[in-house]
């Protein structure tokens, strides 16, 4: 592993199911980031965590949960997904601010 | 509220220069940063500025006036591969990043 890895690379679910969009990271960065990214929009920030064991809610957190039990890796859960979640989710990680984000490939979910 | 504005599409030709501008109001500034995206991957690391002034690296510059609320990313030698999406992000006082909505640069020949 090089960097930050996200599974799935795309996802197409029905609406009302559970889904948790993986991120893992070896840089051994303290600081992980969720963000989707939609047309038209910037990146909308949806939970973070600033190191592990605490997470925190951003911008965009309504319908989302996140877990932080080590420093590698950073899951975000649907508990029931709705159409309006189909997007691009972006994990990130970052050292401590203000460095530079590192970003994983994203995955591309479409609720349907 | 905070808002980041930059253009959503621009055109150059390859081998010349081409400036992409971003204005931001956000509560507090801990530094601006630039990104670059090509289609279908990562975001990667282009400058981070947080002084007046320019910071130029190889073929790519970035300027910004905190007393404007005002940053470009200046482009050089354009190549075909540069084509991609430039986002401008300002880091606020709770030190989360604002992102704009991004610029996509289109090279011609």
């Known amino acids: 592993i090089a960097g930050i890895t996200q599974a799935p690379t795309s996802q197409i679910l029905a609406a009302g199911r559970r889904m948790t969009l993986r991120c893992t990271q070896d840089?051994?960065?303290?600081?992980m980031y969720w963000y989707r990214q939609d047309l038209g929009l910037g990146l909308r920030l949806i939970h973070y965590?600033?190191?592990?064991?605490?997470?925190g809610k951003g911008e965009v957190p309504d319908g989302y949960s996140v877990s932080r039990a080590n420093t590698d890796d950073f899951p975000l859960t649907l508990a029931s997904a709705v159409p309006s979640q189909t997007s691009v989710y972006f994990c990130?990680?970052?050292?401590?601010?203000?460095?530079?984000?590192?970003f994983g490939p994203g995955t591309r979910l479409t609720v349907l | 509220g905070q808002n980041i504005d930059q253009p959503t599409e621009m055109t150059a030709t390859e081998g010349a220069i081409v400036q992409i501008n971003c204005t931001y109001q956000?509560?507090?500034?801990?530094?601006l940063f630039w990104y670059q995206q090509h289609a279908g991957e990562a975001h990667t690391f282009l400058s981070y500025?947080?002084l007046d002034g320019l910071e130029e690296k190889g073929r790519f510059s970035s300027f910004l006036s905190r007393s404007k609320g005002y940053s470009y990313l200046l482009l050089k030698e354009l190549q075909m591969k540069d084509s991609a999406s430039y986002l401008c992000?300002?880091?606020?006082?709770?030190?989360?990043?604002?992102w704009g909505a991004g610029t996509k640069l289109i090279i011609k020949p």
């Open positions: 990130a990680s970052s050292e401590a601010e203000p460095n530079e984000q590192f």
């Open positions: 840089m051994r960065h303290n600081a």
């Open positions: 965590s600033n190191t592990a064991g605490t997470t």
């Open positions: 956000t509560s507090g500034f801990n530094g």
């Open positions: 500025n947080v």
């Open positions: 992000a300002v880091m606020d006082s709770n030190y989360q990043l604002i």
